[in-house]
T-cell receptor, first 115, second 116 residues
C-alpha cells in the first residue's frame, strides 16, 4: 500500500496568493482528516470527512480556509488569500472504521511557507 | 472537551538505557483509546503503540510499553534499550468513543534525544 499521499511536500508562496494542498487517502479508508502543526499550537484538527462528507469543520480557522473531498480518493485544502500566519506543516490522515483501534495513518505533510 | 498534557517538553537518554515519557489527560468518559505517535525529523507521524481504556493490561510493542493508570488518567510510554533511531518528537493522543466523533486530541509533544 502506498500510504497517504500528499502534494506538494513544500510550498512557498507570497501573502495574498491562493494555496491548494492535495491529499490521496489510503484506498478503502472512509475517513479523511486535515491537521495543521505549528510550534505554538501543536497539532490541530482542522476538518474531517466521512464518506466524502464534511463531518466536523470546527477547527477551520476562518473563511479563508476551505476543504473539499469530491471523491473517495482525493481531497484538497485551500487557503485564499494566504497570510504569513498560515505558515505551518499541514498533514492529511485517513482511517477506516472497519479496522481495530481506529488508528489514523498520516501522510508526510506539506510544509507551507507564506512570505 | 478532552485535553492531553505532556509535561516534559524535552527528554534525553543514553543509548541502551530506558526512558519514560509522561502523558496525562482529562476526560469524563469511561471508554476511549490512547495512542503514542512518533515524529522523527522526516516529519512522518508513525504510530508507536495504542491502548484501549477498557483493557487493564498494559500494551507492549517490542521495546515500547505503556503504563496505563486509568484512575489517575495517566498514560506514560517506556522505551527500553533506547536506540539512536528513537530520537524524535513523541505525541500522546486521545480518541473518544462517544458521540461518534473520530477526533484525535494531541498533546504538545516531547522531544526525545538519544545520546550515543
Amino acid at each position: 500500500d502506498a500510504g497517504v499521499i500528499q502534494s506538494p511536500r513544500h510550498e512557498v508562496t507570497e501573502m495574498g496568493q491562493e494555496v491548494t494542498l492535495r491529499c490521496k487517502p489510503i484506498s478503502g479508508h472512509d475517513y479523511l482528516f486535515w491537521y495543521r502543526q505549528t510550534m505554538m499550537r501543536g497539532l490541530e484538527l482542522l476538518i474531517y470527512f466521512n464518506n466524502n462528507v464534511p463531518i466536523d469543520d470546527s477547527g477551520m480557522p476562518e473563511d479563508r480556509f476551505s476543504a473539499k473531498m469530491p471523491n473517495a480518493s482525493f481531497s484538497t485544502l485551500k487557503i485564499q488569500p494566504s497570510e504569513p500566519r498560515d505558515s505551518a506543516v499541514y498533514f492529511c490522515a485517513s482511517n477506516s472504521d472497519l479496522g481495530s483501534f481506529y488508528e489514523q495513518y498520516f501522510g508526510p505533510g506539506t510544509r507551507l511557507t507564506v512570505t | 472537551a478532552q485535553t492531553v498534557t505532556q509535561s516534559q517538553p524535552e527528554m534525553s537518554v543514553q543509548e541502551a538505557e530506558t526512558v519514560t515519557l509522561s502523558c496525562t489527560y482529562d476526560t469524563s468518559e469511561s471508554d476511549y483509546y490512547l495512542f503514542w505517535y512518533k515524529q522523527p525529523p522526516s516529519r512522518q507521524m508513525i504510530l508507536v503503540i495504542r491502548q484501549e481504556a477498557y483493557k487493564q493490561q498494559n500494551a507492549t510493542e517490542n521495546r515500547f510499553s505503556v503504563n496505563f493508570q486509568k484512575a489517575a488518567k495517566s498514560f506514560s510510554l517506556k522505551i527500553s534499550d533506547s536506540q539512536l533511531g528513537d530520537a524524535a518528537m513523541y505525541f500522546c493522543a486521545y480518541r473518544s468513543l462517544q458521540g461518534g466523533s473520530e477526533k484525535l486530541v494531541f498533546g504538545k509533544g516531547t522531544k526525545l534525544t538519544v545520546n550515543p
